[in-house]
């Protein structure tokens, strides 16, 4: 029993360390390296967050449930607003996050299953009650998409007609996330690890770092 729960923290713990080598040099790479290398890269630094999430979440119950609900859930709603403009608004994906389905990268329904587990994984820990946990749930992944918003278009993940996401973007954010936040927490899913709470920090410090370098960023690529 010692040693199983030495392996599954010792498994925690390098893929901790892996995220955050990959996201650090993710960040000077691109402000102070080769910038489009490193933007490019992008496909395989999601990939591998997901497979690391992957690997010290699978055994918990549910997790792979609500893993696989998000990704179908996100493809579904970015594929109808990529090829209609419901829920999110007009909008289109650039080449930076590879192979596309419709219209929208296979790698955003990987996110839309990171963002979903890492942003609910965080709300378990501060509430009890499911009302609240929903709620910090869903502000954390808004947040999120806040922040990403005016990079994206630079980096080549997205952009919305106009250049600026509208307010029909965060709307359509809060009905799709709504459900998925309910559902992990309605299936009392509970990772016994900090690997998702690290990720999203990450993720959150990676965009919050290159928006506050914005300028520096757009005369680079």
Known sequence: MITKIKQHLDIQNVSIGIIWLFHVSGIIGIL?????WFVGATP?????CLFLL??????????????LTSFLVGMIAEILGVNYGYIFGSYEYGEALGWKIYGVPILI???WTILTVCSAAIASQIYENIIPRIIIGLGLMI???FVIEPIAPILDFWKFEGGIAPLQNYIGWFLVALPLQALYHYWNIE????????LFLLQL????ILLLQINTLQKLL
Do not use: E, M, R
């Not at 102070?32 to 489009?36: D, L």
């Open 205 to 208: 410090l990676f965009f919050v």
């Open 109 to 111: 329904g990987a996110n």
């Open 44 to 48: 395989l630094n999601l990939s591998l």
């Open 32 to 36: 102070y390296g080769n910038s489009q």
């Open 143 to 145: 947040l999120l998409d």
């Open 191 to 198: 990772l016994k690890h900090w690997f998702a709470h690290h």
């Open 54 to 67: 992957l690997l010290v979440s699978w055994k918990t119950p549910g997790f792979i449930k609500i893993a």
